[in-house]
């Protein structure tokens, strides 16, 4: 018996030609996913399925932790493989898996045979109750439940016979690398690293803008950023981080516009210089944390505002949720604990006392018009001085 991994895949409306890069992108993303585990991988797809067959001794449960960060897994099934000797062969097969797999024995079961490989002599209903005679022969603990079992015992007839009790949950969604590019615009705080999750997880790659303004933000403020991409990038493989150095623009806005308006002010200025480097990755839309009415610079009317100066779409995968169901997915991803570092963020450094919760675009136009003879070199120089950082 060979130890393997079986895994099952969603998106079963995807049909043709997106069908085929869905499962070869899947397949390159568990092969970077096993790229740290200390062994090589045999990785096989017979229909509908992938196989992965590590060369030498694993540790099951890392090997379950890796895949658990690839999108478009929706079940990872630890399983052993078996050549077709007779059934008899099968049954004393699957009944040392199952002493290996549990020390106590006092669960009840059911035997679900499939049998893919029409040539096999017992059909489904056959084999399942075969074997369930010889499970129950083996340990008189056990007992049949058909109903509500606690351990299905899955059984697969292909050309060779796959067995296996255990189906772990992946995180689902889209493989990244299917569904186009985005600029995030990542911060230090819960929201935008659940929001970079949310897309990459419907198979979109990302990238993303940190926008520090040193010495009012520290080294340790823009390490936080690095360290969320960093757990971001555990799912949304390779980040490509633009860290912008936001300073001098942001003492311009806060010396010539209304203090109410500088979030909103500010906000534009940061999206501007996303799209710059969002266009120059050919990503088709940006990405912020932002969800309705959480403060006032995400308002309805603030997002009106701030969408204004965009020419890509902006997506807000966190919109309509609450903060406590953005906390739950940051706790759930591995990003909460370095998300609530005590640290300094620009906006929050900036903030003015009383900010505008009902801009209205054509006030905030006007206020930004007395940037004008500054504005141009000040992007300009932002976008220069920008550090690339690589996250991988
Ligand atoms: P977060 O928890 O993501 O920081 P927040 O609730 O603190 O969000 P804001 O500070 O208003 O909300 O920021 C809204 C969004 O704007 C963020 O989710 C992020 O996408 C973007 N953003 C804010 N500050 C920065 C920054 N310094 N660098 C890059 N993006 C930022
Ligand atoms: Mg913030």
């Known amino acids: 018996m060979r130890q393997a991994f079986l895994i099952k895949y969603g998106e079963i409306a995807l049909k043709g030609k ?25 990785i ?22 890796a895949l658990q960060h690839v999108f478009g897994i929706v079940y990872i099934c630890p399983c052993i493989l078996l050549e077709d000797k007779g059934f008899d ?28 490989r029409k040539n096999y002599p017992l059909d489904s209903q056959e084999i ?23 351990v299905m015992v899955y059984v697969e007839i292909r050309e ?24 995030l615009l990542l911060s230090g705080g819960i929201d935008s690293p659940v929001a970079g999750y949310t897309i990459a997880k419907r198979g979109v790659t990302i990238d993303a803008v940190y926008f520090h303004a040193p010495p009012y933000t520290s080294e340790r403020a823009k390490q936080k950023v690095v360290d969320l991409a960093k757990q971001v990038a555990k799912y949304a493989g390779e980040i490509r981080l633009y860290v912008v150095n936001f300073t001098d623009i942001q003492m311009a806005i806060y010396e010539k516009c209304p203090h109410e308006e500088l979030t ?37 009317a603030s997002l009106l505002c701030t969408d204004a100066v965009c020419e890509l779409p902006v997506y807000r995968p966190l919109i309509g949720m609450d903060k406590q169901e953005i906390i739950a997915i940051s706790e759930r991803i591995g990003t909460y604990e370095t998300s609530i570092l005590p640290y300094e963020d620009c906006c929050t450094i900036f903030v003015a006392k009383h900010p505008v919760t009902k801009p209205k675009l054509s006030v905030i136009e006007r206020s930004e018009e007395k940037l004008a003879d500054v504005i141009e070199d000040l992007l300009d120089e932002a976008i220069d001085t920008t550090e690339t950082i690589v996250i991988n």
């Open 18 to 42: 997106n069908r085929h890069v869905f499962e070869e992108t899947l397949v390159k993303r568990i092969k970077t996913a096993l790229s740290d585990i200390d062994t090589e991988f045999k």
């Open 44 to 65: 096989t797809r017979p229909q509908g399925r992938i196989f992965i067959e590590p060369e030498g001794d694993v540790d099951a449960d890392e090997v379950c932790d």
């Open 89 to 116: 062969d099968l049954a004393d097969q699957v009944v040392a898996y199952i002493d290996k797999e549990y020390t106590d024995k006092s669960f009840t079961f059911k035997v679900n045979a499939r049998r893919a």
């Open 128 to 150: 399942n109750a075969a074997l369930g005679e010889k499970i129950l022969d083996a340990f008189p603990e056990v007992s049949v439940d058909v109903h509500d079992p606690e």
């Open 160 to 183: 060779e016979i796959n067995v296996y009790c255990r189906q772990i949950p992946g995180p689902g969604g889209m493989p990244v690398g299917t569904n186009g590019s985005a600029m």
């Open 264 to 300: 909103i002010i500010m906000r534009r200025y940061m999206m501007r210089i996303a799209e710059h480097f969002a266009d120059s990755r050919g990503a088709l839309g940006l990405v912020t944390g932002e969800s309705i009415g959480q403060v006032a610079s995400q308002t309805m």
